[in-house]
């Protein structure tokens, strides 16, 4: 069973950074595309960003993460870092981590229990 730890929230001013981590555990973390998402209050869960599977060679975002966050990934420590630069209050919102892949033609996915992120001064 793949397990998902996020850590890395916190309070931070506009214009300020934060780096959000998940540790991946139970499984090689490296046969899974891995994303960020994140839930605001009141709104529904949204994508933020992307990475392939293993090099983690392609990666994708969310218009509104574009420029300022980047997602990267280290196979060997079996995590994937969110960088997230110049926040605006509206990046406030609980990040969870995903870890998907396609097996036998079913898709398989699993959640962390989410990190929350206030960007408020």
């Known amino acids: 069973q793949v397990q998902l730890v996020e850590s890395g929230g916190g309070l931070v001013q506009p214009g300020g950074s934060l780096r959000l981590s998940c540790a991946v555990s139970?499984?090689?973390?490296?046969?899974?595309?891995m994303s960020w998402y994140r839930q605001a209050p009141g709104k529904e869960r949204e994508a933020v960003a992307t990475?392939?599977?293993?090099?983690?060679?392609?990666?994708n975002y969310a218009d509104s993460a574009k420029g300022r966050f980047t997602i990267s990934r280290d196979n060997a420590a079996s995590t994937v870092d969110l960088q997230m630069n110049n926040l605006e209050p509206e990046d406030t919102a609980v990040y969870y981590c995903?870890?998907?892949?396609?097996?036998?033609?079913?898709?398989?996915?699993?959640w962390g229990q989410g990190t929350q992120v206030t960007v408020s001064s």
């Open positions: 995903k870890a998907g892949r396609l097996i036998s033609g079913r898709y398989h996915d699993y």
């Open positions: 139970g499984a090689s973390s490296s046969s899974y595309a």
């Open positions: 990475i392939s599977s293993g090099r983690g060679i392609s990666t």
